[in-house]
């Protein structure tokens, strides 16, 4: 009896052969046999053909970019320039909010804020292309500002006697090359002097801006007492910063030419009286 199960079995078992003949002659041309461990291999490598050349034609042909949720080749470059340029931002930012904030201190009389900033200038941009015109609004503000009475003779007899109480010292001895002009817009003078000769504070204050502007060159900006602001440009060499007490007399730099706007070695030196430009030649001797 059991010999005869076996016999069943055998007879019921599974075999497949898979065989190509030629049509017209029936010559056999392939023979294969196939098992279920045979398919299961070949539908498996299949499988990872598919699969693997499929991932090579998304990484590299263009058609990833059709892929939804895939990120475009010109968003990403957009994106990389949007945040170089969100960084140089908050770099400006942060050091107008400097000098704003020192500002604001010193012109509430209180003391200067103590700020370590360092500034570099970066000598592989281009400034060819920037757009220093200024602005029709800024325009329309300078006229309106320079009609009206700038230097009124009270204010000019009140900065008379300031500056005859402190005994103002010249920032540098030399050859006035060209005087102060509202209508073309010089609000200072320009002297000529000797080759690296110092340039002095003309009195004690607090140095509100030292720095390098595209314009001015090396520039210092220093607040005095009484609403006074003293303003020297195209320094070759700054020797104070942000927050330094000077003295009368005290140097604060070297003559220099630096600046878009120098036409050679020179001292621009401005003196502003509560926001008003005025002659420095009419209180101040050089």
Request: charged share 20%.
């Amino acid at each position: 009896m059991v010999y005869k199960k076996k016999n069943i079995f055998k007879k019921l078992k599974l075999k497949l052969r898979l065989i190509v003949f030629n049509d017209s002659s029936f010559e056999e041309l392939l023979n294969f046999r196939l098992s279920l461990y045979n398919i299961i291999v070949f539908v498996t490598a299949l499988s990872l053909c598919l699969i693997i050349l499929t991932a090579v034609i998304i990484i590299y042909t263009p058609i990833k970019e059709y892929i939804p949720g895939y990120p475009q080749k010109e968003l990403t470059l957009k994106a990389r320039k949007n945040q170089r340029i969100i960084d140089s931002l908050i770099e400006v930012s942060y050091h107008y909010n400097l000098y704003l904030n020192n500002l604001k201190q010193l012109l509430s009389n209180g003391e200067p804020l103590n700020m370590e900033v360092i500034r570099k200038i970066d000598t592989t941009k281009s400034y060819k292309n920037i757009n220093l015109n200024p602005s029709f609004n800024d325009s329309l503000f300078r006229k309106k500002y320079e009609e009206e009475n700038l230097f009124s003779v009270s204010l000019k007899s009140e900065l008379s006697n300031i500056i005859l109480q402190n005994n103002f010292t010249p920032p540098v001895k030399g050859i006035i090359s060209r005087k102060f002009n509202l209508t073309e817009k010089h609000y200072g003078i320009d002297i000529v002097t000797k080759f690296n000769e110092p340039i002095l504070s003309i009195s004690a204050g607090t140095v509100i801006f030292a720095g390098y502007n595209i314009l001015t060159g090396n520039t210092v900006i220093i607040q005095h007492q009484h609403e006074i602001i003293s303003i020297y440009k195209h320094l070759e060499t700054i020797v104070v910063e942000e927050g330094d007490k000077v003295e009368a007399g005290s140097a604060i730099g070297i003559v220099g030419g630096t600046g878009k706007e120098s036409t050679g070695q020179h001292l621009h030196f401005e003196l502003w009286y509560k926001s008003r430009p005025i002659d420095p030649e009419e209180f101040i001797s050089f």
